[in-house]
């Protein structure tokens, strides 16, 4: 249990020695309450079949006493949606400017509203561009897969399908001995994990754990009870949109009544849906809430996964290399949580959440002695990411620092583009 005391900032070389000697993990372990004050309601996520996620926990005091007995508790947030709001902090910070970390990027505006595409409908929304930040799947995802990029064949430059490009042949070939290739094209798989699942090699496909987890749980909870959040692809992949799934799995849209027709959840494009609303109920009905002691919000960094981590083939000597690359993962894992965390957390509507301390991190070094805490700021966390990354090119262990552009093929775009029609029609038959 956090509690306010002294702390030292975190700095590069204090992170350095972290990863390249034993220290198990970093972890941040603090309080919150509701933005309205101590019992303001609050709106927990619902999960499948409308309920929240409730759990009788062994909870401990400030002094880090076990309670006699076990809470009610209330999942506020969980570990994949803190990763998905890490990542978007990275976006963010990306889009202004403070961050430079590699990316890839399809840019559907060819095919938005003002586009240029011939012989094509036009989106009805303009989707822009979705990067490897935002899709579900990171660089394994479906829409990058389905989108091509620009690759020379022979000496001319041609379009291939991601995959099948020079880039994208790399992560055939990835595992945690040689994760060159992830560290140069997608770095936030190998912090948040990633399965290729979807790839040439199906479920034996590259799989990366997560290095760093985060959650906000409500503790001391009443509760009433409804409804499922979760991340939402961007593209609103609607099931009433048929595809073809030949053997080869090179699908296509689906002709009006076409035998052997399926979802295009088959070929891996959909959102995970949301439970049906009852139409007799009103929303306030369907989202009653819940009232809390305290939430707790526990994130760790593990330096353990990190070390699995090798990067050969950069002609740097591989102690070497190897340390670099850990130590940017560690500082962009860091980063993330801070831009994501440290002002509070908006998870969802009235659930605005505020911390009672700053955030710090506890470095665990050896067992049965107590963890040294650091305090780190947002503008601390972009300098560290920035000279770990300095110190990795010093040591041969470069990445990509422009964004890697794709566009959609056709066969995705218009996926998309009858994706959303179907959306529209949910909509108006709603209302």
Known sequence: ???????????????????????????????????GGAGDKVFP????????????????????????????????????????????????????????????????SAWSPTGTKPDSEKFIDDVGTVTSLQVPHRLADASLRDSEIEDEVDGRKVNL????????????????????????????????????????????????????????????????????????????IRAAVKVLKPADKNWSIAAANAKGAVSPSEVNHSSVPFPKQRKEKSEDNLYSGATIEYAEQVATLSLIVLRRLCFPGNGAPRQEADSAGRTVLAALGLCAATLAFEPGMALRSRCL???????????????????????????????????AVAAA????????????????QPKLAELGRLSQFEASKEDNEAK
């Not at 006493?65 to 990542?87: G, Y």
């Not at 979807?198 to 409500?218: D, H, M, N, Q, W």
């Not at 505020?354 to 601390?380: N, V």
Request: glycine share 8%; hydrophobic share 40%.
């Open 161 to 236: 399908p991601f995959r099948k490009s020079s880039k994208g042949r790399l992560l055939n070939t990835a595992s945690q001995r040689n994760a060159t290739a992830l560290y140069q094209l997608c770095p936030t798989a190998l912090i948040f994990g990633m399965w290729d699942s979807t790839g040439p090699k199906g479920g034996l496909g590259a799989k990366f754990e997560r290095a760093t987890v985060s959650e906000v749980v409500g503790v001391g909870a009443t509760i009433d009870g409804l409804l499922r959040g979760v991340r939402r692809d961007p593209l609103e």
């Open 45 to 108: 996520p619902t999960f499948a079949g409308a309920v929240y996620a409730v759990e009788q926990r062994r909870v401990f005091d400030e002094k880090g006493n076990p309670l006699p007995d076990p809470k009610t508790c209330v999942v506020l947030d969980t570990v994949q949606s803190q990763a998905n709001r890490m990542e978007q902090a990275l976006q963010e910070a990306l889009d202004a400017g403070r961050i430079t970390i590699p990316v890839l990027k399809v840019d559907f």
């Open 1 to 35: 249990m956090s509690t306010a005391r002294e702390t030292k900032s975190l700095d590069f070389g204090i992170l350095k020695n972290a990863v390249a000697g034993n220290a198990a993990a970093f972890r941040c372990r603090r309080r919150l309450q509701p933005a």
């Open 393 to 408: 090119k010093s040591a041969k262990l470069e990445w990509e620092e422009n964004p890697i552009e794709l566009v959609p």
């Open 353 to 387: 959440v505020w911390p009672e301390e700053p955030m710090f991190w506890e470095l665990l070094e050896k067992p049965g002695e107590p963890p040294r805490a650091f305090s780190i700021t947002a503008d601390g966390a972009v300098t560290l990411h920035k000279e």
